[in-house]
């Protein structure tokens, strides 16, 4: 069966920070993948696609950058975190148009 | 652009009762649509993924319809439970594109 990891769980990082999450699916191969946040009181935001390895999407110019250094990973990083870069990060994926998204347990992350 | 609303955005039922949540879509040329649940704080878990060839799912007490010629999804819960509280969302494909839209959500209260 298929699973997707998603860590750190929480986060707490002053403005000015680095950042680097991580997502990891195991038991499929060429997933499409996602990263999506949740901002408070907000809906989900597509932040980044991925239909292969080094090829990245982005849906919202930002703070923020992604990579697919291999088929089951998926990283999502910043050189500077800003106050406006809190929220809930959520990795998903999917096997294609289809089919349906299994998400990830998602990262808390709060910019102090 | 597609987007998604769900009505009610807050519902508050006795343990035992039956009850409908809404969504409905702007443009009906859609893959699929897919209902999910977050509890406070975690993950989407998955409910039901429909087709935008099929009518209905079934998943134990949930029960989920598309219309797509009208944009409209329902969500029906039977005999509802305290622990079938939580936000549920609903989301679209859009023929052509990579990415889910999500609706509002409605969250839900169960009293026992």
């Known amino acids: 069966s298929q699973t997707i990891h998603q860590w750190p769980a929480t986060l707490v990082q002053p403005v000015g920070s680095p950042l680097s999450l991580e997502c990891t699916v195991e038991?499929?191969?060429?997933?499409?993948l996602y990263w999506y946040r949740q901002a408070a009181g907000r809906g989900l935001q597509l932040l980044f696609y991925s239909v292969g390895i080094g090829q990245i999407s982005s849906e919202v110019p930002q703070n923020l950058s992604a990579s697919r250094p291999q088929d089951r990973q998926f990283i999502l990083s910043s050189k500077k975190l800003l106050l406006s870069d809190s929220g809930f990060y959520l990795c998903?994926?999917?096997?294609?148009?289809?089919?349906?998204?299994?998400f990830g347990s998602g990262t808390r992350l709060t910019v102090v | 652009k597609q987007e998604v609303t769900q009505i009610p955005a807050a519902l508050s039922v006795p343990e035992g009762e039956n009850l409908v949540l809404n969504c409905s879509f702007t443009?009906?040329?859609?893959?699929?649509l897919q209902w999910f649940r977050q509890d406070p704080g975690k993950g989407l878990t998955s409910l039901l993924l429909?087709?935008?060839?099929?009518r209905e799912q079934t998943s134990g007490r949930l029960n989920a319809s598309l219309d797509k010629s009208s944009g409209r999804s329902t969500l029906y819960i039977a005999a509802s439970q305290p622990g079938d509280s939580a936000t549920y969302l609903c989301a679209v494909r859009n023929t052509g594109f990579q990415k889910l839209v999500f609706g509002t959500g409605t969250r839900l209260l169960v009293s026992p």
């Open positions: 443009d009906s040329a859609i893959y699929n």
């Open positions: 998903a994926w999917t096997r294609g148009s289809t089919y349906g998204y299994t």
């Open positions: 429909i087709q935008s060839s099929q």
């Open positions: 038991g499929t191969s060429n997933p499409n």
